[in-house]
């Protein structure tokens, strides 16, 4: 029978076929852990005399709280070194292996697993943290859960999971100059809303999505979550593979010809049945900026911050008040005059080394708005070292940008790096929700593009607005930036 | 787990839509190891503000939210149920929940139930025109009576089945141990294992500083 590549993947893990109503059970390949919502697992798994199951598919790093300065010293933050202290305790005694904080293999968990190669096509792959859609970019099924499940999947390596549905998305033609994956995920949950994907896998597909490399489709499938989908996924190709052939646990040798010929196989079939189908034209994108407090508020650069007067829908009308009174902004104004106080590049959307590249070709021998603080933070400390091999920490800091280490950050702000109440923020991230990024701070979520041009000019802005002359030192594109983190 | 059939106490209109699990509980408090005691953490932004729904002495002692659509989006974070639960909620009233939500309510035994938005409306007006009044919710009947009004809601027939009869989830599926064994067996020798661990050669990370700025570069 035809079927979609999420149900191929699905139905490659059964290992009970659920009836009368209750889900199927399922096997999970990867299991990624960090120390936000792993303590009560383990603690439950204590408390019931339960082992890990298979520490051999579970693999452990510290992201959430971790600091990015003086990172060789006590965490001072008391209730974060606790939790970063209880999950070295917990990985000690149930045999977890674990990236700690100093060791050149830590980073942001969505980070971690693909360039250690440990992210794979055909795989299931959880974590206790919703960006885990990050790995579908692999043709994997990956997806985020709660404590509870983290707990389950310890003890039994499986999952209970209700059935899906599923969602073609279509992304035809090619992106205009400027205009990077992180616009076309913007544009994709502002047509379909934050509960748009509710209860679907997404899969993109399209000439637009096959032209992108690796990285670029790791940011959106990141932020299918904040479409409200389960998972996102794209069919893996020639690009997947080369990505990871030679990364420290890609198959060698026979098994990596029997993975490559599977992995072809993993693709929807040209008769399969979508039960939704959205399609979208990348070459009328512009770069696209949020002006709300949900991901699904956003709008092209050059367009206004919207007039709630003039949204019929109730609800969204009184979303859209309470919104812009939180982000205080005025209806009607052009998005290229918000200022902004802080520019922040980093987080499992936009803190890969290609998202660094492209920053570092529009600020080079540049310097930064006076009134801005800005704040490159890698993904991994291996995205660090490249970033370093490569010259681009000198480029950030003549620029005037602070130059970190690797963390979630300022996404989330769980470590020291917030924003104070009332800052306006232009964030490579994920997430605009209200207090997000520190108590009463403002976020605009934008590309690294984006971001660069606005940390040069102070005001929300696209590079076409820094003029003809923004032409790297190289002659390259702005947006050649491609070339895997270097594995072998 | 606590069985769950019927259960009766305060409603408490929430008028918002897009309630995501930031403002359920915000970050700060993901940073406890407990399992219990994040009551004051539940809606932590929005409890400051002495109009907020929960700050009213009617709507204090609730155990039903009554919220906008698309309840619960955002963050995986189970803290959200906790938070709730701690508080003293066992059932939240939506016209939509994000999935992540709705799973992680249901292996604690709150129950999402789902309602179509205009009876979430008939719902908002009693207990904003009377407030304190109960609402009870019938698991059982898959109803919800609050005064004169009735209305049915929506929960898949597994969640209800295991919360009435207050299942847990790993006793279950451990039940089925011998066929996770042998599907195991069938796995394919490329699907990657974490241990023994492969690295690249190990090189020394240099810890980031914080920046001294001086006259003119110095920041606001």
Request: aromatic residues 6%.
């Given at each position: 029978?035809?079927?979609t590549l999420?149900?191929?993947?699905?139905?490659?893990?059964?290992?009970?076929?659920?009836t009368?109503?209750?889900?199927?059970l399922?096997?999970i390949?990867?299991?990624l852990?960090?120390?936000?919502?792993s303590?009560q697992?383990?603690?439950?798994l204590?408390?019931?005399?339960?082992?890990?199951?298979?520490?051999?598919?579970t693999?452990a790093?510290?992201?959430?709280n971790?600091?990015?300065?003086?990172?060789?010293?006590p965490?001072?933050?008391?209730?974060s070194?606790t939790?970063?202290q209880?999950?070295?305790?917990?990985?000690?005694?149930?045999?977890?292996?674990?990236?700690?904080?100093g060791?050149?293999?830590?980073?942001?968990?969505?980070?971690v697993g693909?360039?250690?190669?440990?992210?794979?096509?055909?795989?299931?792959?959880?974590?206790?943290?919703?960006?885990?859609?990050?790995?579908?970019?692999?043709?994997?099924?990956?997806?985020?859960i709660?404590?509870s499940?983290?707990?389950?999947?310890?003890?039994t390596q499986?999952?209970p999971?209700?059935?899906?549905?599923?969602?073609?998305?279509?992304?035809?033609?090619?992106l205009?100059?400027?205009?990077?994956?992180?616009?076309?995920?913007?544009?994709?949950?502002?047509?379909?809303?934050t509960?748009?994907?509710?209860g679907?896998?997404?899969?993109?597909?399209g000439?637009a999505?096959?032209?992108?490399s690796?990285?670029?489709?790791?940011?959106i499938?990141?932020?299918s979550?904040?479409a409200?989908a389960?998972?996102?996924?794209?069919?893996?190709?020639?690009?997947?593979?080369e990505y990871l052939?030679?990364?420290?646990?890609?198959?060698?040798?026979a098994?990596?010809d029997a993975?490559v010929?599977?992995?072809?196989?993993?693709?929807s079939?040209?008769d399969?049945?979508f039960?939704?189908?959205?399609?979208l034209?990348?070459?009328?994108?512009?770069p696209?900026?949020?002006?709300g407090?949900?991901p699904g508020?956003?709008?092209?650069?050059?367009?206004?911050?919207?007039?709630?007067?003039?949204?019929?829908d109730e609800?969204e009308?009184?979303a859209?008040?309470r919104?812009?009174?939180y982000?205080?902004?005025e209806?009607?104004t052009?998005?290229r005059?918000?200022?902004?106080?802080?520019?922040?590049?980093?987080?499992c959307?936009?803190g890969?080394?290609?998202?660094?590249?492209?920053?570092a070709?529009?600020?080079?021998g540049r310097?930064?708005?006076e009134?801005v603080r800005v704040?490159?933070?890698?993904?991994?400390?291996?995205?660090?070292?490249?970033?370093?091999?490569e010259?681009l920490?000198?480029?950030f800091?003549d620029f005037?940008a602070?130059?970190?280490?690797a963390?979630c950050?300022?996404?989330l702000?769980?470590n020291?790096?917030?924003?104070?109440?009332g800052?306006?923020?232009?964030?490579?991230?994920n997430?605009n929700?209200e207090g997000?990024?520190?108590?009463?701070?403002?976020?605009?979520?934008?590309?690294?593009?984006v971001?660069?041009?606005?940390?040069?000019?102070?005001?929300?802005?696209?590079?076409?607005?820094?003029?003809a002359?923004?032409?790297?030192?190289?002659?390259?594109?702005?947006?050649d930036?491609r070339?895997?983190l270097?594995?072998? | 787990m606590?069985?769950?059939?019927?259960?009766?106490g305060?409603?408490?209109?929430?008028?918002?839509?897009?309630?995501?699990?930031?403002?359920?509980?915000?970050?700060?408090?993901?940073?406890?190891?407990t399992r219990?005691?994040?009551?004051d953490?539940?809606?932590?932004?929005?409890?400051?503000d002495?109009?907020?729904?929960?700050?009213?002495?009617?709507?204090k002692?609730?155990?039903v939210?009554?919220?906008?659509?698309?309840?619960?989006?955002?963050?995986?974070r189970?803290?959200a149920?906790?938070a709730?639960?701690?508080?003293?909620f066992?059932a939240v009233?939506?016209a939509r929940?994000?999935?992540?939500f709705?799973g992680?309510?249901?292996k604690?035994?709150?129950?999402a139930?789902?309602?179509a938005?205009?009876?979430i409306?008939?719902?908002w007006?009693?207990?904003?025109t009377?407030?304190?009044?109960?609402?009870?919710?019938d698991l059982?009947a898959?109803?919800?009576h609050?005064?004169?009004?009735?209305?049915p809601?929506?929960?898949?027939?597994?969640?209800?089945?295991r919360l009435m009869?207050g299942?847990?989830?790993?006793g279950?599926?451990?039940?089925?141990?011998?066929?996770?064994?042998?599907?195991?067996?069938s796995?394919?020798?490329?699907?990657?294992?974490?241990?023994?661990?492969k690295h690249?050669?190990?090189v020394?990370?240099?810890?980031?500083?914080?920046?001294v700025?001086?006259?003119?570069?110095?920041?606001?």
């Amino acid at each position: 029978m035809a079927g979609t590549l999420a149900e191929k993947v699905w139905d490659a893990h059964i290992v009970r076929r659920g009836t009368d109503g209750a889900p199927d059970l399922l096997y999970i390949d990867l299991h990624l852990v960090h120390e936000v919502t792993s303590p009560q697992a383990f603690e439950g798994l204590r408390l019931a005399g339960r082992p890990v199951r298979r520490p051999d598919l579970t693999i452990a790093t510290e992201d959430h709280n971790t600091p990015t300065l003086d990172i060789d010293r006590p965490i001072a933050d008391l209730t974060s070194r606790t939790q970063i202290q209880t999950l070295r305790n917990n990985a000690a005694e149930f045999g977890v292996r674990l990236h700690s904080l100093g060791d050149a293999d830590q980073g942001i968990v969505h980070q971690v697993g693909p360039q250690l190669g440990l992210t794979m096509p055909g795989l299931t792959v959880v974590c206790g943290d919703s960006h885990t859609s990050t790995h579908g970019a692999f043709g994997a099924l990956a997806f985020g859960i709660g404590t509870s499940e983290v707990e389950h999947v310890l003890a039994t390596q499986t999952l209970p999971l209700a059935p899906f549905k599923t969602m073609a998305i279509t992304v035809d033609g090619t992106l205009p100059p400027g205009t990077t994956s992180k616009d076309i995920i913007l544009a994709i949950i502002a047509k379909i809303g934050t509960g748009g994907g509710q209860g679907y896998v997404l899969e993109y597909r399209g000439e637009a999505i096959r032209a992108l490399s690796m990285e670029a489709r790791m940011t959106i499938c990141n932020m299918s979550i904040e479409a409200g989908a389960r998972a996102g996924m794209i069919a893996p190709d020639e690009t997947t593979f080369e990505y990871l052939k030679g990364r420290p646990h890609a198959p060698e040798g026979a098994d990596w010809d029997a993975a490559v010929d599977y992995w072809r196989t993993l693709r929807s079939d040209d008769d399969a049945v979508f039960d939704a189908e959205v399609v979208l034209e990348a070459s009328d994108l512009e770069p696209f900026v949020t002006w709300g407090t949900n991901p699904g508020q956003g709008l092209p650069l050059s367009a206004r911050v919207p007039v709630p007067a003039e949204i019929a829908d109730e609800n969204e009308r009184v979303a859209a008040e309470r919104a812009l009174e939180y982000m205080g902004l005025e209806p009607g104004t052009p998005l290229r005059d918000i200022p902004v106080d802080t520019v922040f590049i980093g987080s499992c959307t936009n803190g890969r080394i290609e998202d660094l590249r492209s920053v570092a070709k529009v600020v080079q021998g540049r310097r930064k708005a006076e009134s801005v603080r800005v704040l490159v933070v890698p993904s991994s400390a291996r995205v660090r070292l490249q970033a370093e091999a490569e010259g681009l920490d000198k480029i950030f800091l003549d620029f005037g940008a602070e130059w970190r280490n690797a963390g979630c950050s300022m996404c989330l702000g769980m470590n020291p790096d917030q924003l104070a109440p009332g800052e306006r923020s232009a964030s490579t991230s994920n997430r605009n929700f209200e207090g997000r990024q520190g108590k009463g701070g403002r976020t605009h979520l934008v590309s690294p593009l984006v971001a660069a041009a606005t940390a040069i000019r102070g005001t929300l802005s696209s590079v076409a607005d820094l003029g003809a002359d923004v032409v790297p030192p190289d002659g390259s594109p702005l947006t050649d930036v491609r070339g895997d983190l270097q594995h072998a | 787990m606590e069985k769950f059939s019927q259960h009766t106490g305060v409603g408490v209109p929430l008028r918002r839509s897009n309630v995501d699990t930031d403002q359920i509980i915000p970050a700060v408090y993901l940073k406890r190891v407990t399992r219990t005691g994040f009551e004051d953490a539940l809606f932590a932004a929005w409890r400051g503000d002495p109009e907020f729904i929960l700050n009213q002495d009617a709507y204090k002692a609730g155990s039903v939210l009554v919220a906008g659509p698309d309840f619960g989006t955002g963050s995986s974070r189970e803290h959200a149920v906790w938070a709730l639960k701690d508080y003293g909620f066992r059932a939240v009233l939506s016209a939509r929940f994000a999935d992540i939500f709705r799973g992680n309510s249901g292996k604690q035994g709150l129950l999402a139930a789902q309602l179509a938005q205009e009876d979430i409306e008939l719902i908002w007006k009693v207990l904003e025109t009377v407030p304190g009044t109960e609402v009870t919710v019938d698991l059982a009947a898959k109803l919800v009576h609050c005064a004169d009004v009735t209305v049915p809601f929506q929960v898949d027939d597994y969640t209800r089945w295991r919360l009435m009869e207050g299942l847990d989830d790993i006793g279950l599926t451990l039940q089925h141990e011998a066929e996770i064994t042998a599907f195991e067996a069938s796995r394919e020798a490329w699907r990657p294992r974490t241990l023994p661990a492969k690295h690249l050669p190990p090189v020394e990370i240099v810890a980031a500083r914080p920046v001294v700025r001086t006259g003119d570069d110095a920041l606001v």
